[in-house]
T-cell receptor
């Protein structure tokens, strides 16, 4: 089955800095890669996703890149703000298969 | 209207008891899931149902049994609860290669 590795497990940055979270996946047939943000005590919510037919996608301060050859994808957050502090999960799936999540990255943005 | 709703939000019970968590989605999605989130925040898939058929059953104890009366509902029944079952359980739903929507979570505490 699919295996998703996520790094780092914790990331501390100063407000205004950029943050990068990286994930690798094992199943070359996976073709859907979402990123979820989970605030303390809340449910995970999608912030951005990418499908295997594109290499990069951007939404305001958030961008995701995908390298299918290397089987890795990354989340980039620019101009971080304290409200970006949360746990971020990457995931991978194919077709109707279940989303397999990485172990999460706790992002702390200090004012 | 809440897209994915699960009840109860909190559940405190004694070891050995049997309990159920209910989940309903009004998004018309074909697939529903149960995830377990432990104290380390890792989201681990337990079950996945596609059009009322079980398509994944990860290696969870058979004390856990999912029940899907129709494709809008996926309930989780747990027999003989153990201390190690304490966690947050999330229900989610999705269609193929699209965003998974999560319920609010049920925090189960076994004492």
């Amino acid at each position: 089955g699919e295996n998703v590795e996520q790094h780092p497990s914790t990331l501390s940055v100063q407000e205004g800095d950029s943050a990068v979270i990286k994930c690798t996946y094992s199943d070359s047939a996976s073709n859907y890669f979402p990123w979820y943000k989970q605030e303390l005590g809340k449910r995970p919510q999608l912030i951005i996703d990418i499908r295997s037919n594109v290499g990069e996608k951007k939404d305001q301060r958030i961008a995701v890149t995908l390298n299918k050859t290397a089987k890795h994808f990354s989340l980039h957050i620019t101009e971080t703000q304290p409200e970006d502090s949360a746990v971020y999960f990457c995931a991978a799936s194919k077709g109707y298969s279940t989303l397999t999540f990485g172990k999460g990255t706790m992002l702390l943005v200090s004012p | 209207d809440t897209a994915v709703s699960q009840t109860p939000k909190y559940l405190v019970t004694q070891m050995g008891n049997d309990k159920s968590i209910k989940c309903e989605q009004n998004l018309g999605h074909d697939t529903m899931y149960w995830y377990k989130q432990d104290s380390k925040k890792f989201l681990k898939i337990m079950f996945s149902y596609n059009n009322k058929e079980l398509i994944i059953n990860e290696t969870v104890p058979n004390r856990f049994s999912p029940k899907s009366p129709d494709k809008a509902h996926l309930n989780l029944h747990i027999n003989s609860l153990e201390l190690g079952d304490s966690a947050v359980y999330f229900c989610a739903s999705s269609n193929s290669l699209s965003e998974a929507f999560f319920g609010q979570g049920t925090r189960l505490t076994v004492v």
